[in-house]
């Protein structure tokens, strides 16, 4: 249900920049660019994404998602980021400041029955898996358009740092911000065409700094010292060996004293669960061999970790299934293409071939960390190809 926020009490407006012309009737609110509904977290980017197109003429309608009550999970920590009651406060003064309409939704049924399953399920696959990827994918953008149709929106709006653009073959695409440091279009591998054709990424123009700046201009100074957050939302002490425990009732039990193996098979030792450890791992193993060791293999059929030294986590080939095609419908074998493996990966050239579970890269030199179930996304210079979930590596 969608439940639009009163002014917070003791609230006045603050004095706009001088550059703000603020609309006081619905007439004068009248879009001239079309209208717009756009995810608001209360952190900075969000809400300069939406002051920005309330100035460039959008009708701005501001929505904060409920995607998780990290309470209900027994976490030690309190709600952070898109989740606390301060955040829907923050952005809903911001829009009340400004003219426009802000609600409240509350996804959390929707977030729970796929993303936390999806983590829960590739950890016990002994996979690692990347929840914000399958959010955007799945929920947060499905969940915006639903209500931007009911809200009689054209387009929706985020506050991620990446540019959309539209191809001359008419298909939308994805292509790195202009700060590389902030770049998120790793993450937005997943939206289809229908969500791109009306999706609006306003920041990837511009740096981090000029965000900061802006968010000064508008009279929010606080905004630029406010802490970022990037945990995942309903892991925010990052402890997820602990949000596994509290969710799969007697795991460590079920788990606990399985094999470390090295890659001969020899048994080095026990450990406290194959789902407690992600590939490329070398701390917390609580094993010592006078050099450093890495997890390089996890094998969930019989409980057994594999270790090795850091050459065995290089990879020259790997499977990747699950396959969105951004920019194009799809590519010839040996499309050359950088493949990031993880959000801060600098990619790997590659040659890209089709396969019958999806698409098997070959890198141009060994790729290291290659982790089954994280993200494979292809990028042509700074455009998203496409993406998809790394099954395997050769």
Not at 71 to 89: L, P, Q, R, V, Y
Not at 158 to 184: I, L, P
Not at 203 to 218: C, F, N, S, V, W
Request: aromatic share 10%; with cysteine; net charge neutral.
């Amino acid at each position: 249900m969608l439940k639009t926020g009163d002014s917070p009490r003791g609230y006045h407006p603050l004095k706009p920049p001088k550059h703000r012309i603020f609309a006081h009737s619905s007439e004068e609110r009248m879009s001239k660019k079309g209208k717009v509904l756009v995810a608001m977290s209360g952190g900075i980017d969000s809400t300069v994404t939406a002051l920005m197109l309330n100035d460039q003429g959008y009708e701005v309608i501001g929505i904060t998602m409920k995607t998780w009550d990290y309470a209900a999970s027994g976490g030690s920590k309190k709600e952070t980021g898109c989740c606390n009651i301060d955040s829907f406060n923050d952005a809903r003064m911001a829009a009340v400041q400004h003219g426009f309409p802000h609600y409240i939704l509350d996804i959390r049924d929707e977030f729970g029955d796929f993303v936390i399953d999806n983590f829960v399920e590739e950890y016990l696959a002994g996979r690692t898996p990347n929840p914000c990827v399958m959010c955007n994918t799945h929920i947060k953008w499905r969940a915006l358009l639903k209500r931007a149709d009911a809200l009689d929106c054209e387009f929706i709006a985020t506050g991620h740092y990446a540019k959309r653009f539209q191809h001359s073959n008419g298909r939308y695409y994805v292509s790195k911000a202009v700060d590389e440091t902030k770049d998120q279009s790793y993450v937005l591998w997943g939206l289809q065409q229908d969500l791109l054709s009306r999706t609006l990424l306003p920041l990837g123009p511009y740096r981090k700094t000029e965000i900061r700046q802006m968010a000064h201009d508008y009279g929010y100074p606080e905004l630029a010292k406010k802490h970022e957050s990037y945990e995942i939302c309903f892991v925010p002490d990052n402890d997820y060996r602990g949000f596994l425990k509290r969710k799969v009732e007697g795991l460590e039990e079920k788990v606990n004293g399985g094999n470390f193996v090295d890659k001969s098979g020899n048994i080095l030792g026990k450990h406290k669960g194959y789902p407690f450890y992600t590939i490329g791992q070398r701390k917390g193993l609580d094993i010592t061999f006078g050099k450093p060791v890495y997890v390089t293999g996890i094998q969930p059929e019989t409980n057994t970790v594999v270790l090795g030294d850091e050459e065995d986590l290089n990879k020259n080939e790997m499977i990747v299934s699950k396959i969105n095609w951004v920019k194009y419908e799809g590519v010839e074998d040996g499309f050359e293409a950088t493949t990031k493996i993880r959000y801060k990966d600098g990619g790997t050239m590659s040659h890209l071939y089709n396969h019958e579970k999806g698409i098997e890269v070959k890198f141009y030199q060994d790729a290291k960390g290659v982790a089954p179930g994280q993200s494979a996304v292809f990028y042509e210079g700074d455009d998203v190809v496409g993406g998809g979930i790394i099954q395997r590596p050769f």
